[in-house]
């Protein structure tokens, strides 16, 4: 079973962008804690971070017929990202938002998503852990769905 990772513009920063905020766990850290759950629950990942919208989007129409599941992280696209909802709309699997931090307590810019709409539901605030937290409910309903 195959789940995307999708990670959008300037998350490649974890780590050192506002370690208040994110913490100071790097991408390559979380990637990682991803991929050692994915083990364990028996599921492969294609996992993609770009700072551009369209590879984002372009990920998603490649594998719409052979992925069981998403996560998304939108990053600075959650806001405004018209395409990438409408692309989630159209996938025939869920799709998961997650955030490092609990957008409502934010700058008020943040705290709407286009993108919450289009998914099947959103984990944010828990830091690194709010990936984990995708992975398994995006595995938990792929399996449900194949029954």
Known sequence: M??????????????????????????DEINDKLQALA????????????????????????????????IVNP?????YSVSLHDCIKAMPFPVIEVHMSNL???????????????VKGTVQ???WRSYLAALRLAAELAQEKKK
């Open 39 to 70: 083990r364990e629950l028996k599921v492969e990942l294609v996992i993609l971070q770009s700072n551009h919208e369209g590879a984002l989007v372009d990920l998603f129409h490649k594998h719409i017929d052979d992925a069981a599941g998403a």
């Open 125 to 127: 605030g828990f830091g």
């Open 2 to 27: 195959k789940i995307l990772v999708l990670h959008g513009p300037n998350l490649n920063l974890f780590g050192r962008r506002e370690p208040h905020i994110y913490g100071n766990t790097t991408l």
């Open 75 to 79: 990053g600075g696209l959650t806001q």
């Open 104 to 118: 409502h307590v934010r700058e008020q810019c943040r705290t709407h998503s286009i993108i919450s709409p289009a």
